[in-house]
Every structure is written in C-alpha cells, then in structure tokens.
C-alpha cells in the first residue's frame, strides 16, 4: 500500500506565537486537484485573541520612532527576499500561478512593498499656518489608529497582504491580517520571518479561516476601528453593514472589468504581447457556455481545442487561453469579472462610441490605451472612469501615487500618501501665543 503524503499543516501567528487550531479546512493543490494542506478554520476565539495582543503591542509599537519602524520594515524585506524562492515555489503551488510570475512579480513585489513603506514613512510632512492678528498658529498632526483588520485576495496572495500590512506597521498601527484560506501559505511562511526581524510579538497577527467565520468576527470586532479589504463586490457590502455601527475607517478595492482599448495606430510588437500578458495572466468555463450561447464565437481554447496534461494533472485546474469575438455589451462575459484566461475581441468605430463602452460596465478599476497619437491618449484617459490607465503599457506601478477604482470598484486609494492618511487620524492643534 502507497505511503499516504504528510499534510502542510497551518497555524495561526497570535501574539508572536504559532498556535493550533480545533478545526480545519482542506487546502487543494491546483496543479492536481489533490488535498495538500490543512488550513485552521478559525472563529471568533482566535479573533479575541489576536485583538487583546494586537492592543497590548499597540502603545509600544506605535511610540517608536518612524526611523526605528523603518529599520524593521527594511529587516523584513532583506529576510524576504533572502528567502525569495522559497517563497515563489510555495506561492506557484499554492494559487497556481506560474513560477516565474511568482519569481518576477508576486514576491520581489512583496518586498518592494516593505522597502518602499520603510522609506516613505520618513517623508511624510504636517501643515502649519498662523494667524498672526489672533497670535494663534495651527499645525496638524497623524497619529496612528490603532488596530488594523486586514482581509487579502487569494489572486496575489503574499503581494496584496504585504500591500496593506507594511502601510499599516509603518504608521505605528498594530495588524490583524486574515489571508483567503484558498491561498495561505504564503502568509503563514511570512510569519516564520517576523521574529527574525524585529517585529515584537503582537505587532502583527495573522489568523486563518474563512469570511463568515474569522472576516465577520474581526470586521464587526468593536475594538478592530479600521478595515482593508481587497475583494470582491458582495463581501464588500457585507463588510460596510457590519461595520457602520462601529463607524469605522474602510478601505475597499474590489473588482474589475479592464478595457484594453487598442486603435488603429497602436504599436502591435508592443500592444499584443503585453495584451496577451494582461487578459491570460490569472488561471472558467461556465462563462465561456453562456457566451456561445447568447451566439458568440469561440475562436480559441476552451471547447475548441484540445487540452492535453500528463496523468498527475489530469485532475488540476487547467484551462486553455480562450478568445471570444461576436459577443454583446451585455453578456455576462463583457460586464462580469472573469478569474480565468478568458478575453474578448470587440471592434469599434471611433474614440467617443469605445468610451462610452468601456464606461458602461459597472466597474472602473484600471484601463489600458494604446496608441501612438499623444493627443488622443490624454483625450481618452481623462474620459474613461477608471482609477488607473495604463497607455502604451501595462502593470507598471508607481507606489507613490494613488491606486484604487471608480464605481463598485471600491472606496479609498492606496498609495504613499493615500495609505499614510487611511491608516492614520489626523488631528489640528491650535496654540494661542
């Protein structure tokens, strides 16, 4: 009889400890479909815990220095990247994603996010104005607000948890982090890492589970006065009804329908691969059914061409790159967010009728233009509603200035400045002289 494989076996990260949970969740291995890992499946006990050491760890960490924080964000990093592929190998097995997009983006990205919080924290300015006919003179000041809720995707696992974390532990905020447990362990190994660094125990909580489990009880916890949440649009809704009577601070990035606009005078060496890279780069077939049946053409990959995996994979979750072309504004497949390597091929006619288009979806997260007219460029990206555009480009990022959507593609920004201001309350003091 065939020896049966060890299990990874998760823990939660309380207080600077690794602790064992009652229950668990199955965690499957997308290249064969088979169990391979066990999740803990938390509730609120564990989200008790993890607030009591969140607030115990916040008056110390929040009365370091900003350079005292900064070096033990940039000691993170230095371990991370150390450990970078190690921690690409567990991120390809655990989403999906190719290795080396987990080598490229997903982890250099991840301590790119701690470095960049390290060093934007110093930079930061107050305001300050007199009024001298008074002999007042006002100046502002951030404080940090305390205990951070922070919810991660299971799309960029490592890179969108890092995302949130780094602003908050750089603002002087104590975290509690719940990554989805489809794709966790990569935060789990992120937790090994913690202590090496500097990082005092409570500082950063990171509790496993579910979102009706572990997210509700730490999103309408009276004590958690601040959510970050990337997601999709009904958890949205859920979180902002559990946590309205609590008013708390929410920051709420959600989904997306990206147009890629391409004209007649694009530069096509450039725009197709970068297309391509943009519309196939996450890993749906319901879609791809409805879609021929509202009488749309399937001119590649799913149903038409012939998916061949060797025998371990033959129950993983593979799907060929599928392009759709003669399919309506209104199908499910041009309005709906599709986590699959699926993309649609429309024509159009002139800049104001593509406009209109792409600005139709409910969603306005980020676009992308290309074409070698200046002019037009300017035109269209200030008329789509989008919170990003891309032109002649794609996946280029600059952490300093904001990112975030339009429409139900969320509330709030994040960014240097954005992050900086979500995760700290700002306050005016008045001085008469």
């Not at 060093?119 to 951070?148: F, K, N, W």
């Not at 694009?266 to 196939?280: G, H, K, M, Q, Y």
């Not at 091929?345 to 074409?371: H, M, Q």
């Amino acid at each position: 009889m065939a020896a049966t494989k060890a299990l990874l076996m998760l823990e939660n990260f309380i207080d600077g400890k690794f602790l064992p949970c009652s229950s668990y969740i199955d965690s499957y291995d997308p290249s064969t479909g088979e169990v391979y890992c066990r999740v803990p499946n938390s509730g609120k006990d564990e989200i008790e815990a993890a607030v009591k050491a969140a607030r115990e760890a916040f008056p110390g960490w929040s009365s370091r220095s900003p350079q005292e924080r900064s070096r033990v964000l940039n000691q993170v990093a230095d371990l991370l990247e150390q450990s970078l592929e190690e921690f690409a190998q567990a991120e390809s097995k655990d989403q999906g994603k190719t290795l080396a997009l987990a080598r490229t983006m997903d982890i250099p990205r991840s301590v790119q996010n701690f470095r960049f919080f390290a060093s934007s924290i110093l930079h930061h300015t107050s305001e300050c104005t007199q009024m001298d006919h008074l002999g007042c003179m006002h100046y502002t000041v951030r404080t940090p607000v305390g205990v951070a809720g922070l919810i991660s995707p299971w799309n960029l696992p490592l890179y969108l948890l890092t995302w949130k974390i780094a602003p908050a532990m750089a603002a002087g905020n104590t975290v509690i982090a719940k990554p989805s447990e489809l794709t966790s362990v990569t935060a789990w190994m992120l937790c090994k890492l913690l202590d090496k660094a500097g990082v005092p125990p409570g500082v950063v909580n990171i509790v496993f589970g579910t979102g009706p489990r572990v997210g509700e009880a730490l999103v309408s916890h009276p004590e958690v006065p601040l959510i970050s949440f990337t997601g999709s649009q009904p958890t949205a809704e859920r979180i902002t009804q559990l946590s309205a009577p609590h008013c708390k601070k929410l920051s709420l990035e959600l989904g997306g329908k990206n147009p890629a606009i391409i004209f007649e005078d694009a530069n096509l060496d450039e725009c197709i691969p970068a297309t391509v890279r943009s519309s196939f780069a996450n890993q749906v077939r319901s879609y791809v059914k409805k879609a021929l049946a509202e009488g749309a053409q399937i001119r590649c990959g799913e149903g038409v061409d012939k998916l061949s995996l060797p025998a371990r994979n033959q129950a993983g979750y593979f799907m060929l790159p599928t392009v759709i072309t003669d399919i309506k504004d209104e199908s499910c497949c041009m309005t709906e967010e599709i986590f699959g390597p699926v993309t649609c091929v429309v024509p159009f006619d002139s800049e104001e009728e593509v406009i209109e288009r792409a600005n139709s979806v409910k969603y306005g997260l980020a676009a992308t233009v290309w074409s070698s007219n200046v002019g037009r460029v300017h035109r269209v990206a200030k008329k789509l509603q989008s919170g990003l555009v891309w032109t002649n480009c794609w996946l280029i990022r600059e952490l300093n200035l904001p990112f975030g959507g339009m429409k139900s593609s969320g509330i709030g920004r994040e960014g240097a400045k954005d992050s900086y201001d979500f995760f700290t309350e700002i306050k005016t003091i008045t001085i008469k002289h």
